[in-house]
């Protein structure tokens, strides 16, 4: 068990239709990552929030969005879904999330999203 | 930018065998190098980690892994598997400057009794 935390466990839903994903990081990590996990793209950085305030995007949709509030927990919202964007979310978080790289990333059980 | 390539798709195994998994990365300078392991159904979980000192780092479970910066590689080793190690190992690295995550492609490992 890393510490972090994510819910729902699956989430299953329509094409058009928004959900939102949760992440609860470890006690006392200020930083939170999102990524996505599918069979073609493998492992993709998505968006990284610090201390509550986004510090890097990487291959994330306009249809996302995600948030990190003041108690640090953070959300992705994922709109006007597609078949495509069935995966599994994972977030991650870390003590700092510096700029030296040396932040090791605990990952989260994952949220697996299916869309009909 | 940063890119992790894995050349192994998928390695079978008999238990006992010793296991190399090649990882190489596209950026000199300053790095920091990571293995993670995906079991069955679980969410990836930190094996080892490099970022100064000794290039041989040893990290959970009997895996060790050597960064040689000449080849720019970070490959993963473990001397004798078990069946429980078979699982999908990622490397990551950094993206320049930053810290998210650069994963390879992953490499299935199976290992048959």
């Known amino acids: 068990d890393s510490g972090v935390t994510q819910t729902p466990k699956h989430l299953i839903t329509a094409t058009g239709q928004r959900v939102t994903l949760r992440c609860s990081p470890r006690?006392?990590?200020?930083?939170v990552y999102w990524y996505q996990q599918s069979l073609d793209q493998g492992l993709q950085f998505l968006i990284h929030?610090?201390?509550?305030?986004?510090?890097a995007k990487g291959n994330i949709l306009e249809r996302f969005s995600a948030q990190q509030f003041p108690d640090l927990h953070s959300e992705l919202n994922l709109s006007s879904l597609e078949l495509g964007d069935s995966a599994l979310y994972f977030c991650?978080?870390?003590?700092?999330?510096?700029?030296?790289?040396?932040?090791?990333?605990?990952f989260g059980p994952g949220t697996r999203l299916t869309v009909l | 930018a940063q890119s992790v390539s894995q050349h192994n798709h998928h390695v079978i195994l008999s238990e006992a065998a010793s296991l190399e998994l090649g990882c190489n990365y596209s950026?000199?300078?300053?790095?920091?190098l990571f293995w993670y392991v995906q079991y069955p159904g679980q969410h990836l979980q930190l094996l080892l980690k490099y970022f100064s000192g000794d290039p041989l780092v040893k990290g959970i479970k009997g895996f060790e892994a050597e960064f040689i910066k000449s080849k720019f590689s970070f490959n993963l080793r473990k001397p004798s598997v078990q069946w429980s190690d078979t699982a999908e190992y990622f490397c990551?690295?950094?993206?320049?400057?930053?810290?998210?995550?650069?994963f390879g492609k992953g490499t299935r490992l199976s290992v048959i009794a």
């Open positions: 950026y000199g300078g300053t790095v920091n």
């Open positions: 990551a690295v950094p993206q320049s400057g930053n810290t998210p995550l650069v």
């Open positions: 991650a978080s870390s003590p700092e999330g510096g700029l030296a790289g040396s932040d090791t990333q605990y």
């Open positions: 006690s006392g990590d200020l930083s």
């Open positions: 929030y610090y201390n509550g305030e986004e510090r």
